[in-house]
């Protein structure tokens, strides 16, 4: 149960923001929101994760709302070299049943074009 | 610093045939994963274990069964392989005691298995 919702494809011009949304509607308020990428066939990248926050790092930025059922990646400056599949994930670190879960959806392939 | 390693990168197997993949992880993880990946589909969670000697179904564990007698080694077996299980699989790792636990997941560079 990925619990997130990505479009398919998402298409960006070199230099310019990517933004890449995800849909987290049942979001809990344990559950923080992880973003991964994937370069070819490679293993997963970690990119940012956040709880309720806005974040960012070197890589990108996190905006999530204030009702916490959707979240924005933002790659500022999109290389031919971001060109990926993205995920969006949700996780939570309770001590139940759900404890160590980290499930993936199918995700968004971004295209960087020049 | 390896981080995560899978053994082996490819394998070709028989239907019928049995094998198993190993991961190992030096950063004194507890968490461990096994996903695969098959075209056009994102990773999906086969098993897992919280700790030594701990494991759990994911979303797809049927055919597979899994073993993590040492901490740093997480074994995924294939007791009688079919053609329905060639994919990319990948293992991944998570959480060392005394960091906290949202850091993120580590993931190996793959195993690509094909089974005729």
């Known amino acids: 149960d990925a619990k997130t919702t990505q479009p398919p494809s998402m298409d960006c011009a070199e230099g310019r923001a990517a933004n890449l949304p995800c849909n987290h509607s049942t979001i809990s308020g344990n559950e923080y929101v992880y973003w991964y990428r994937q370069i070819h066939s490679q293993g997963p990248q970690y990119i940012i994760h956040g709880l309720k926050n806005n974040e960012t790092n070197e890589m990108a930025s996190l905006i999530i709302t204030e009702d916490r059922k959707s979240s924005t990646l933002i790659l500022p400056h999109a290389t031919l070299r971001d060109t990926a599949v993205y995920y969006c994930i949700v996780r939570a670190f309770d001590r139940g049943s759900t404890l160590g879960r980290l499930y993936f959806g199918r995700g968004t392939q971004l295209t960087v074009w020049p | 610093n390896a981080g995560v390693t899978q053994t082996p990168k490819f394998r070709v197997l028989k239907t019928g045939q049995s094998m198993t993949l190993l991961c190992a992880q030096d950063m004194n993880h507890e968490y461990m994963y096994w996903y695969r990946q098959d075209p056009g589909m994102g990773l999906r969670l086969i098993h897992y274990?919280?700790?030594?000697?701990?494991?759990a179904k994911g979303e797809v564990p049927d055919g597979y069964n899994v073993s993590r007698l040492k901490k740093q080694n997480f074994l995924l077996g294939l007791e009688s392989a079919a053609p329905s299980q060639t994919s990319v699989y990948f293992c991944?790792?998570?959480?060392?005691?005394?960091?906290?636990?949202?850091?993120?997941?580590?993931f190996g560079q793959g195993t690509r298995l094909t089974v005729v």
């Open positions: 991944a790792s998570s959480y060392s005691p005394g960091q906290p636990e949202t850091r993120e997941a580590f």
């Open positions: 274990s919280v700790g030594e000697g701990t494991t």
